[in-house]
């Protein structure tokens, strides 16, 4: 890969800086490289691959405007092969007799949405960002300094040549859930902790997963269990004093309990892999939008990981950013921005509201409750109305799309709704 090393002091200048080469910030380069403009993509860490994990490999979920969104990017060609399709959605709660099933047979699709393993998005982003006309990667470099000099915005970056000035009419922080870059513009975040811990690792089913994808409530968190290959990629939400439990269990004891929780609709478990866990939180930033500067994926808002929400909001908003920027002259003009904003901020809203609200009203204990939600999970079952309202949300086909998920060129200049 080409990188350019920082060297000098002397000010380079750019239509766009974009700060994090993670799977957003890549995702959104390879957005706007239609549009002709000088991009500085800027990351503190090596750019380097992963290496093929093997059983424990971490993957994502993508839901269906996700997939869509990458096949206009040029990139699912080199991931489809690679992928697990979601084919039925399992929702049910632990002890309630109240289920709900998704097919996509229902809506006419193959597959609501794909697993796809970390290491292979990750391989076919950095393959294609080199290839980018008018980009220059700036790795590793840490961004020091931010400030707004009228129509431009004024970046210092420190890398291991030394500083270097940069310049640009828009700047886009996409560098994770602490954003150094929205620290140093003063936007402030809300922040609520859960008192949960997400227990990721894989798991192999006694039973062929067939396709399906399991969304189990329980009252201290929800098990999310995902297609992935032969394997389930497990997403296990416990209490915050129960992390160092579920990863200090032998593999057998593991086992015992996420069935004690989960059930036998998969038979009995055979192995786990190695366990990680992610204490949970809800940080949202106060804005997203500072001047010329925005905010995008985790940098704006991380969220619980119910329902695999996070990353397809993130790649969302990235799509309807670059839409929004082929309509315009300036990509950091106030215009343009808030238009940006008016897109994104009602569907983020639902969104965040339903990430976080979901988990909590089936951790409710109180007399009644499960019986309701029984009901409720019974009624979404049957009503064919609500059903499809449902899976068009977890297809991420709720809303105005961007055009990437319509599969039509942002660069096209088209109008769109609000």
Known sequence: MSVRRLHGTAEADHDVILVGAGLVGAALALALAPLSLRIALVEAQPLERMEQPGYDERSTALSYA??????????????????SPIRHIHVSQQGGFGISRFDAR?????????????????????????????????????????????????????????????????????????????????IGVTRRDYGQSAIIANVTPGLPHGGRAFERFTPEGPVALLPLGERCALVWTVPSRAQEWALELSEGRFLDQLEARFGRRLGR?????????????????????????????????????????????????????????????????????????QRVQPYQDRLIAF?????????QRFPGFSHARSLGLLGLDLLPGAKTGFVLHAMGLDGAMPALARQTDPGARMETGP
């Open 66 to 83: 996700s997939v869509r969104i990458l096949e206009s990017l040029g990139l699912w060609g080199m991931l489809a092969d690679h992928a």
């Open 269 to 341: 478990f055979q192995r786990v892999g190695r366990r990680q866990a992610y204490p949970l939180s809800l940080v949202r930033a106060r804005r997203m939008v500072e001047g010329r500067a925005v905010l995008l994926g985790n940098a704006a808002h991380a969220i619980h990981p119910v329902a695999g929400l996070g990353f397809n909001l993130a790649l969302r908003e990235a799509a309807i950013l670059a839409e929004v920027l082929a309509q315009g002259h300036d990509p950091g003009d106030r215009d343009v921005l808030e238009r940006f904003e």
């Open 106 to 186: 229902e809506v006419g699709v193959d597959a609501l949405g794909q697993v796809v393993p970390n290491h292979r998005l990750i391989e076919v982003l950095l393959d294609r960002l080199p290839q980018q006309p008018g980009l220059t990667l700036h790795v590793p470099a840490r961004v020091t300094a931010v400030s707004q000099d009228g129509a431009r915005m004024r970046v210092r970056l420190e890398g291991p040549e030394g500083p270097m000035d940069l310049s640009s009419r828009l700047l886009v922080a996409a560098d994770g859930a602490e954003s150094p870059v929205r620290a140093l513009l003063g």
């Open 355 to 363: 990430s976080d609200r979901l988990p909590r009203l089936f951790g």
